[in-house]
């Protein structure tokens, strides 16, 4: 009973999240059941982030580069190699191939630290970015559509109910792997370089691969968040891979709670209802969100989770 | 036949136009308390990170038990038995004080690429963290987050993780920076039955400390080592009294 | 490919190059001496072309108009500095990108809001807008010549600035040492306030000498906010030996990079090939500069205190 308590808010937040496309349709607003789609996906994307920069202490502004990629990945199967197109096959192979991408540019960028890490990660991603929009052939400037969702059995992917349970499913899981990892060993580790990297060090720590493992890992992860949103949208855009959208994710982080597991899932429903609300206000409701983060930043760093921690004082 | 665990031959570090280490060759025999003394700014600080593997010496070169260790890195010199402490408190400081010493442990046993198991459920680590706690003082505040020690105890925290990582060569810098009386002497005690054990090459301000625990001494000026030997030809030499003029402290 | 192209393209890389220059300089500066990363810097660059835009056509002179947008730029960046930059000097650099961030959404809006979302156009002055021979057969643009002499002009009074004068030196001790700096009994935040001024003073100056000649819109900022980023790591933070080379280098790579690539990859590819690869080599070359650089010198090439 006292977990139960203490659990409260995690329990009622994960019966609604199951519960939603029933609602949703309950009210006559199956609309949002895509929107929903989106911000899990937008949460898994900021989850990754905030592996990165809340426990192991990185502040990458290039993560957009790996979301982008996934997605792109899932868009040139289909339209190269249609036969890879199922979702058992696509899902495993953008992970896959995004984590390779991450180990490439982790292991060139961690070699920096700071300032320096924070460019080059920017660089990077930017570089991504208008390779792919060079690429005619894959739609360039325009983007890339996807002909129909990546087949899953005999679900019908093309429905928004079940696709919703599907990036519930996959959210869900990675929230697992994620929280083990925390508590393990190699979480252990990689929060004690984020507090101390010179003396885990000389602790004996090759904390380069620590941190490379990391990158890796978010990296994969965004991939796979990534290639989901492709089939949410029926789209790959380029903007997938701009820089702002690294700022947004990051954004959505530490409204969330920076290195708290639920950090990222959270940012992402707040800043998904701040932008629904603040449009209907005013075509210019950047400048709102602007003064908003910037009393988040000075008022408020701990986000979310941060209002929680006092609460259970 | 001495057995050199540590030597360094001509050692040399500049910063810009200062020279901080001067062609620099010591011993450290197996076993020994060895202790470095000298006046502040002399280069003991430098010295010690150009051995633990966090500076790169412009050249010479730093052997550990006959291997040449010059290009390992701070990590891999741990591995290879270094510990250090550092004079500047330098600890996980959002870690409680058994989890310091955890991960000091979990250094040097196994590897920590394992993604899945909580690390808090290794009764083995766990055990001996408390053991070392035990052994520099600090088992009652095992629980308590590292931030909140006091000076004292975060020294005494720095001894633990040197401790911890199992090592053959310790590197404590001035591990009794900031002590008042007492607790200097429970560090010394603590020290004292560290040797024969380990060996250590200590830096230390505090001469009573260092005539006590010290099996030699060298003595650094200026980046220079000015003399080696043992304490009482030390203790009588006329170049270290005059480097020391004004320098000396008393506990 | 001629000389005469060539040595075109020396000149427009050149002139690129001083640009980048101005903002690299203010952007290095800061970084070396506060420790800060400023994402808005890009928007004191697209606030200063979209000042002088104005007032030109409000005065119907450029040459008025450039010193107002210049003061009025460096204003704005005294404000914010004092404002939201001052609360961020102690605070990590992840509040510190979440902050920048926020002005430039702020300013970005802002800027729509008041301007609406149509490109500005502004003509080069009439004065400058022929063209000068240097060479026979070399017609050059008499405006981006202008930008060339403009630029070569400030980069010495900076020279001079930060070299032989004792503001200077205060500047170069805070770029490589902080603390030396705050030791030495300085009044840190005037300085400080002072650097970030003139830094959006160069922004803005960069803003206006190139608003004749690149669309004036939303969004401006950050694309050369990025070129800008690369040229700190590959000319080293703080280093203003560093900015000037970096930015030159930048400036003439990537001039070379969109002119020459292409056509070379074309006299050695398979046409579909070359015509795939071209432009997206082109347009990484400065990257990929980066990415050589940082592998030979981590810390760029001319790291400041080095």
């Not at chain 1, 792997?177 to 990689?190: E, I, M, Q, T």
């Not at chain 2, 380990?198 to 400390?209: C, F, K, N």
Request: with cysteine; charged share 15%.
């Amino acid at each position: 009973m006292i977990w139960l308590t203490r659990h409260g808010w995690l329990v009622a937040a994960c019966l609604f999240a199951l519960a939603f496309p029933m609602l949703a349709t309950a009210v006559g607003q199956d609309f949002y059941i895509s929107v929903a789609s989106r911000v899990l996906i937008w949460g898994l994307l900021a989850t990754s982030l905030n592996l990165l920069v809340g426990t192991g202490g990185m502040v990458s502004m290039g993560h957009a580069a790996f979301f982008g990629f996934g997605a792109y990945v899932v868009g040139i199967i289909a339209l190269d190699a249609p036969q890879w197109s199922a979702a058992p096959v696509v899902l495993p192979l953008a992970i896959a191939a995004t984590g390779i991408l991450a180990f490439v540019v982790g292991a060139i960028c961690l070699r920096t630290r700071g300032v320096y890490f924070i460019m080059i990660t920017l660089a990077f991603a930017q570089m991504l970015f208008y390779i792919f929009v060079s690429l005619k052939g894959y739609g360039g400037d325009d983007g890339l559509p996807l002909a129909k969702r990546s087949p899953l059995g005999t679900l019908k992917m093309a429905d928004d109910t079940v696709f919703y349970y599907v990036v519930l499913t996959l959210l869900a899981l990675c929230l697992v792997f994620l929280a083990r990892l925390r508590d393990s060993r190699f979480g252990r580790v990689l929060r004690g370089i984020k507090d101390n990297e010179i003396r885990m060090e000389s602790l004996g720590y090759a904390t380069l691969r620590f941190k490379l493992t990391a990158f890796v890992i978010a990296g994969a992860m965004a991939g796979l968040a990534g290639a989901l949103m492709a089939n949410q949208n029926g789209f790959v855009s380029p903007n997938m891979l701009y820089w702002d959208l690294s700022g947004t994710a990051l954004v959505m982080v530490i409204l969330g709670g920076l290195g708290s597991l639920w950090g990222g899932l959270a940012g992402a429903v707040v800043f998904m209802v701040l932008e629904e609300v603040l449009t209907g206000f005013t075509s210019h409701w950047q400048i709102i969100l602007g003064l908003i983060l910037l009393g988040v930043v000075f008022f408020a760093p701990k986000g979310i989770a941060g209002l929680f921690a006092r609460k259970s004082r | 036949m001495t057995a050199a665990l540590l030597e360094t031959r001509a050692l040399c570090k500049r910063f810009g136009g200062l020279v901080a280490t001067d062609a620099v060759s010591l011993e450290v025999v197996r076993g020994e308390c060895h202790a470095l003394i000298g006046p502040n700014g002399a280069g003991k600080t430098t010295l010690i990170g150009q051995l633990s593997g966090s500076l790169r010496p412009d050249s010479g070169s730093v052997l550990f038990a006959g291997r040449n260790v010059t290009q390992l890195k701070a990590h891999q010199r741990a591995m290879l038995g270094f510990a250090r402490s550092y004079q500047i408190t330098s600890i996980l400081n959002d870690f409680t004080v058994a989890e310091n010493v955890g991960m000091a442990l979990q250094a040097v046993s196994g590897s920590s690429f394992r993604f899945w198991r909580p690390v808090a459920n290794e009764t083995g680590l766990r055990d001996e963290a408390t053991a070392i706690l035990r052994q520099v003082g600090l088992e009652p505040l095992a629980e308590r987050q590292a931030r909140g020690l006091s000076h004292g105890e975060h020294r005494q925290l720095e001894i633990a993780l040197a401790l911890a990582t199992k090592p053959q060569l310790m590197l404590l810098d001035e591990p009794m920076a900031g002590m008042g009386p007492e607790e200097s002497e429970n560090m010394v005690q603590l020290i004292a039955g560290l040797k024969g054990r380990y060996t250590v090459l200590l830096v230390e301000h505090d001469m009573d400390a260092v005539f006590r625990l010290a099996d030699r001494i060298s003595v650094l000026v200026a980046g220079r080592v000015i003399t080696t030997g043992l304490p009482e030809e030390i203790r009588t030499n006329a170049a270290v009294k005059s480097a020391y003029l004004g320098e000396e402290t008393t506990n | 490919m001629t000389w005469i192209l060539f040595l075109e393209q020396c000149l427009n890389g050149l002139q690129f190059g001083l640009m980048l220059f101005l903002l690299v300089a203010g952007l290095t500066l800061i970084f070396g001496i506060m420790d800060l990363i400023n994402l808005a810097h890009g928007s004191l660059y697209m606030v200063g072309a979209y000042l002088v835009a104005t007032f030109t056509q409000a005065t119907g002179s450029f040459l008025l108009a450039v010193p107002l947008g210049i003061a009025a730029t460096a204003v704005v960046g005294m404000v914010i500095e004092a404002v939201v930059l001052r609360g961020l000097y102690k605070r990590d650099h992840l509040s510190q990108v979440l902050a920048t961030f926020a002005l430039i959404l702020i300013a970005n809006e802002s800027t729509r809001a008041i301007w609406g979302l149509q490109a500005l156009t502004l003509n080069v002055p009439l004065a400058l807008s022929g063209s000068v021979e240097l060479l026979p057969g070399l017609h050059y643009s008499a405006f981006r010549l202008a930008i060339i002499a403009v630029g070569l002009a400030v980069a010495a009074m900076l020279y001079i600035l930060v070299v032989r004068t004792r503001i200077g030196m205060l500047v170069r001790a805070g770029a490589s040492n902080r603390q030396m700096a705050m030791a030495m009994g300085t009044n840190i935040k005037w300085l400080f306030t002072a650097v970030f001024g003139v830094g959006a003073a160069l922004c803005a100056l960069a803003g206006a000498m190139l608003s004749p000649l690149l669309v004036v819109q939303v969004g401006m900022g950050e694309s050369i906010l990025i070129l800008a980023f690369v040229t700190v790591v590959i000319g080293g933070i703080g280093s203003m030996r560093g900015a000037f080379i970096g930015a030159l280098l930048v400036g003439i790579v990537d001039t070379f990079g969109r002119a020459f690539i292409p056509p070379l990859l074309r006299t050695v590819l398979p046409p579909a090939f070359a015509d795939a690869a071209g432009p997206s080599l082109a347009a990484i070359s400065i990257y990929l500069l980066m990415v050589i650089v940082l592998f030979w010198k981590p810390q760029g090439l001319f790291p400041a205190g080095s």
